[in-house]
């Protein structure tokens, strides 16, 4: 009895040390952002070729780092919320100092050409796949002051409509035909982005329109917050453009890029998947199998638990730590930067995630078989 206790006692204060351990160094997994944006002044001051430094390291390391390091077995987090939420704060600062530092550079005769297209690919990579990602847990947010501060991130990617279009639109109509920016089976990638952006720019104006029409005012004046972003958005180009033409087309290229990283997430968050509609013709709620999936450990450390992705759908506003993995979400074959890469080959793409997308839907209707983790399983 005594040696059950004994046993028992050292077997709780086993699981006090790996709790203690995890506590210590859990805030630590979503550094990984920082070490990617380094790379890009690092690339640079190597000079020449090295500018691209970034462009090729950070497919390969989130791939290569999602096969080495495997799935993760979500446990919780237990670090006190404020260390997490100095996470994004510190980035979006930083970020934008790399993209001001970079716009600079570029500006400059002594900086060679090939080394001006290395930044701005460089620049392009972190913040659209990094500076979108801090961006959108920040404008979630319900503090006022974490908004702000993804708006800003936002203005810089000359994207700010995103707060709008994200959060009024995708949040309620995502899985559906009705929602811009969620892809359909068959669409590629290409296509998707055309569509997206065109889509929810109409959407985030037309929300704008009917919530001032309902107070009584008009929507083109100073009330409308499309307006606004688009006054900002212009008076910082105009200001870029002032100080130096080269910068400037630094400036538009680097947003260009990073809204097609955003649309490419996008695209692959709920392809092929959809909610259906009952005899009344309301939808259905959004569940964990209308959301593609990641268990990866380094996509989720790397892109602040972005393959929680189901969980984020569930409660909106619930900062990137706590969000779960669900039991019953569509999965993917891999981490998202992975997948990324294989959209880009829209038959290899389909080849696939179709099957996939039909076995999601077939397990939702109840059909017999689901294919989970590339096996195929008994719904």
Request: charged fraction near 20%; include cysteine.
């Amino acid at each position: 009895m005594l040696a059950s206790r004994q046993s028992a006692a050292g077997a709780s204060s086993a699981r006090g040390t790996d709790r203690a351990g995890p506590r210590r160094v859990t805030v630590a997994r979503y550094w990984t952002p920082f070490a990617f944006l380094a790379l890009v002044p690092l690339g640079f001051w190597l000079g020449g070729a090295w500018s691209f430094l970034l462009v090729g390291v950070l497919p390969l390391a989130l791939t290569g780092l999602d096969w080495l390091l495997g799935e993760e077995a979500a446990p919780a987090e237990t670090a006190p919320a404020l260390a997490y939420r100095l996470l994004p704060y510190l980035y979006i600062p930083l970020q934008l100092a790399v993209l001001a530092w970079a716009a600079w550079t570029v500006a400059q005769a002594s900086t060679t050409l090939l080394e001006a297209i290395g930044l701005t690919l460089s620049c392009g990579a972190s913040a659209g796949v990094f500076g979108f990602i801090a961006a959108h847990d920040m404008v979630h947010s319900r503090h006022p002051r974490e908004r702000v501060a993804g708006l800003a991130m936002l203005a810089a990617l000359l994207d700010m409509r995103f707060a709008i279009s994200h959060v009024q639109g995708h949040h309620r109509r995502a899985a559906t035909f009705e929602d811009p920016a969620s892809a359909r089976r068959g669409e590629s990638v290409y296509a998707f982005i055309v569509r997206s952006v065109a889509g929810q720019a109409r959407e985030a104006w037309a929300f704008e329109a009917h919530r001032l029409g309902r107070i009584g005012r008009p929507a083109l004046g100073s009330g409308n917050r499309v307006v606004v972003y688009a006054a900002i958005e212009t008076a910082l180009l105009l200001a870029v453009g002032l100080f130096s033409l080269r910068a400037l087309a630094f400036f538009v290229a680097d947003a260009a890029i990073a809204i097609v990283l955003l649309e490419c997430f996008n695209y692959v968050a709920h392809y092929g998947l959809q909610r259906r509609r009952g005899p009344d013709g309301r939808l259905e709620p959004l569940r964990p199998r209308h959301s593609w999936n990641t268990r990866r450990r380094m996509n989720n450390r790397a892109l602040f638990n972005m393959g929680r992705h189901a969980d984020h759908h569930r409660f909106s506003s619930r900062p990137y730590q706590e969000l779960e993995v669900l039991e019953g979400g569509a999965m993917l074959p891999g981490g998202y930067a992975g997948v990324l890469l294989l959209a880009l080959v829209p038959p290899l793409w389909r080849r696939v995630m179709d099957p996939r997308v039909d076995a999601a839907m077939a397990a939702d209707s109840g059909a017999p078989a689901a294919i989970v983790d590339g096996r195929r399983a008994a719904a």
